[in-house]
């Protein structure tokens, strides 16, 4: 990866390039480093196997410009380049940009906003990680599964057990240096994490288990290594022979992770300015109005202090703060990056897509700008869209999960699901979602027997999920969602009834 001090000087020197060209109204300059370095576990009993799989990696440098040209101020073009950091380079994206330049009425021009007080650069020892650390960690992931499944009571079912365990440990970080022809400084910006993710399924005992973690030190990414194989075999074990229970309607405790995933896949991409602008949000014509149970509370830290992502400035150079999305159940802001903030509240359309229950004066800050890759890196040839950090969400007169069960009294405890999407549109917010390992019968307020992966459906809207619960978590918990640039702070949410449809066996 390049360095801070690297990717601030060849900004420096690309931004004089651009201020002597004369046919700019102005301009910008976005150069990004980063890197995703994922050690993928990859253990199998029965079979040989290496337990561990070469690294893999996505590395990305590169800058991006772009430009507004004199002679229409809405005429706007951009180019990317990769690797490439010399003037040459500089001077032949101006020409690529130059020639995609098309006129966009909505282009209100490049932020012009102050950076707010100086904050010291992300510290994470993440940052400088080798990889050597990464495979320890990974190799204790699965040492620490091993341990446990040699640890399980004789059975002779389990001679040829077929043991497997899979996931990765992933370590993400990224280092920034935007301009413009508003500021008066380079503004940067360095962030790293990990994210972890164990899978273990044992296939004499029909069973499977899952563990996560996520966070910002080596320190946390070593405590996760050392429990995380021997939470997902323990779980594992435990859910040996599920039951298949038929369809119906159940009450039902989501556990952290489901909640994450629904929030992440149905929630979160209806909590922007874009879905609004382009009346595709569930929550369209609700701004103001109750979408949740007065209880609930959700918004995005970028500085959340148990966060495992940290962010001071955004990827349009304006300083990363909290947005507060929900309060006590109503909707109250959105994630917005500069050009959707513009868009929408010049938007003539704005009072109907907002609805009745929206304030006079809107305020959309552009708190959310980020040009994100797979991963949720930042990448130099992205587009800023609006995207989230940390999701915390909270409960007021939350309480103990064992108290989630006993208000199910008889149902099902669901630990985590997959395969989550949409069904019939955004809008709609109906979704469908697939439950598979760490779930439970829940019988006479009590968790009883484990529940056979994969073996229900669950269908559902999101009104049903987070409007009425019967009760929620008193604590947000980090959860893990495959995928999702975010990182997740849950707490679970037992409900009254939910549909669950049988998912055949082959």
């Known amino acids: ?181 508003n500021f008066t400084e380079v503004r940067t910006d360095e962030s790293a994490h990990f994210n972890a993710s164990v899978t273990s399924i044992i296939e004499s005992l029909e069973a499977k288990g899952t563990a996560g973690a996520i966070g910002d030190s080596m320190a946390a990414m070593r405590r996760g290594a050392r429990i995380l194989g021997r939470d997902a075999v323990r779980r594992a074990l435990a859910l040996s022979h599920g039951a298949r229970p038929a369809a119906g309607k159940y009450r039902v405790v989501l556990g952290p992770q489901p909640v994450a995933e629904i929030l992440n896949y149905m929630v979160m991409g209806s909590l922007t300015t874009g ?86 004066k809107l305020d959309l800050p552009p708190l959310s700008g980020y040009r994100l890759g797979e991963g949720g890196g930042r990448r130099f040839d992205a587009s800023p869209g609006s995207a989230g950090t940390n999701v915390v969400m909270r409960a007021r007169g939350g309480v103990a999960e064992r108290e989630l069960v006993r208000a199910v009294g008889d149902g099902i405890y669901v630990g985590r699901i997959w395969y989550t999407y949409p069904i019939n549109g955004q809008r709609a917010g109906d979704f469908t979602c697939t439950v598979t390992g760490d779930s439970h019968i829940i019988r006479d307020g009590k968790i009883a027997e484990p529940l056979a992966p994969n073996c229900l459906r669950l269908n559902a809207n999101i009104a049903q999920v987070f409007e009425h619960p019967l009760a929620v978590g008193a604590r947000p918990r980090p959860a893990t969602v495959w995928g999702s640039p975010e990182a997740y702070y849950v707490p679970a949410i037992a409900l009254d009834s939910i549909e669950l449809a049988e998912v055949g066996t082959t």
């Open 1 to 181: 990866m390049r360095s801070i001090a690297e990717l601030k000087s060849f900004t420096r020197e690309a931004a004089q390039i651009l201020a002597r060209d004369k046919d700019l109204a102005s301009y910008e300059i976005y150069c990004a480093t980063a890197e995703h370095r994922i050690a993928r576990l990859n253990y199998t009993s029965d079979i040989p196997s290496r337990g561990l799989e070469e690294f893999k990696s996505i590395h990305a440098d590169g800058f991006q410009l772009r430009l507004a040209m004199r002679r229409d101020p809405h005429e706007v073009g951009a180019a990317s380049e990769a690797g490439d950091f010399t003037v040459d380079a500089v001077r032949d994206a101006i020409r690529r940009a130059r020639s995609s330049a098309v006129v966009d009425p909505h282009f209100s021009g490049f932020p012009s906003v102050a950076v707010g007080r100086k904050l010291a650069s992300e510290k994470s020892d993440l940052a400088r990680v080798g990889d050597g650390a990464i495979a320890a960690a990974a190799w204790d992931v699965i040492d620490g599964a091993l341990a446990a499944f040699a640890q399980r009571a004789a059975d002779p079912r389990t001679e040829h057990p077929g043991l497997i365990i899979g996931g990765d440990v992933s370590v993400i970080r990224d280092r920034i240096a935007i301009f413009n022809s």
């Open 275 to 360: 879905a609004f602008h382009a009346a595709s949000s569930a929550y369209h014509a609700k701004f103001g109005a109750p979408v949740m149970d007065s209880r609930l509370n959700l918004d995005d830290d970028p500085a959340f202090e148990a966060g495992a992502i940290r962010r001071r400035i955004t990827c349009e150079g304006i300083s990363a703060s909290r947005v507060e999305l929900i309060r006590d159940g109503k909707l109250v802001g959105l994630l917005s990056n500069f050009y959707d903030t513009h868009r929408m509240l010049t938007d003539e359309h704005r009072a109907e897509k907002f609805g009745p229950s929206s304030p006079v």
